[in-house]
């Protein structure tokens, strides 16, 4: 079965840091883009950033460019968000998802940044 | 980045109604856009991809249309379960960018 499962999220202090996971199982990253799309409470969803299939292009949302990075392990079949300098904004549901336009995504992880 | 414009932001339908949402982009996207129906609790789900082909599983009361910046959503004849936010998808460039989003409420 074709499926993602996100983890990592939590409850983190205003200015810190955490990386979410994204495992990939029945299928692998190579020739696949990989994102992770974010929804705050009762907002849109947001493209917060992503591999391109050809895995040399990475790509950032101007809101997290620059405090949130994105890499892979391969051999884990494993994409991960790593998150720094977090605020408020930052607060929501964070899926990550596979193809443009997605087509399959994971069931989401909490990120919840208060003191 | 291009941005999405969708519309109406919310609508009240009756189970057998059609219904329809428009997306659209500031600029010319081709077909490069995706419909969502999205569930509370529930990741979004892939309904239309290049704007207009029909996601395998999806029913074929949901369709899709348009080209360039203007693009439409069609539910033909709402079912109980298509109560739901929709939203539309830009992936001509990156960063990706959502509509909105439209939620589907019960009359």
């Known amino acids: 079965e074709v499926q993602l499962v996100e983890s990592g999220g939590g409850l983190v202090q205003p200015g810190g840091s955490l990386r979410l996971s994204c495992v990939a199982s029945g299928f692998t990253f190579s020739g696949n883009s990989i994102h992770w799309v974010r929804q705050a409470p009762g907002k849109r969803l947001e493209y917060v950033s992503g591999?391109?299939?050809?895995?040399?292009?990475?790509y950032y949302a101007d809101s997290v460019k620059g405090r949130f990075t994105i890499s892979a392990d391969n051999s884990k079949n494993t994409v991960y968000l790593q998150m720094g300098s977090l605020r408020g904004d930052d607060m929501a549901v964070y899926y990550c998802?596979?193809?443009?336009?997605?087509?399959?995504w994971g069931q989401g992880t909490t990120v919840t940044v208060s003191s | 980045d291009i941005q999405m414009t969708q519309s109406p932001s919310s609508l009240s339908a009756s189970v057998g109604d059609r219904v329809t949402i428009t997306c659209r982009a500031s600029q010319d996207i081709r077909n490069d856009l995706g419909w969502y129906q999205e569930k509370p609790g529930k990741a979004p789900k892939r309904l239309i991809y290049?704007?207009?082909s029909l996601q395998s599983g999806v029913p074929s009361r949901f369709s899709g249309s348009g080209s360039g910046t203007e693009f439409t959503l069609t539910i033909s004849s709402l079912q109980p379960e298509d109560f739901a936010t929709y939203y539309c998808?830009?992936?001509?460039?990156?960063?990706?960018?959502f509509g909105g989003g439209t939620k589907v409420e019960i009359k």
């Open positions: 998802a596979r193809g443009v336009p997605p087509d399959v």
């Open positions: 591999f391109s299939s050809s895995g040399d292009g990475t």
């Open positions: 290049t704007a207009s």
């Open positions: 998808l830009q992936h001509h460039s990156y960063p990706l960018t």
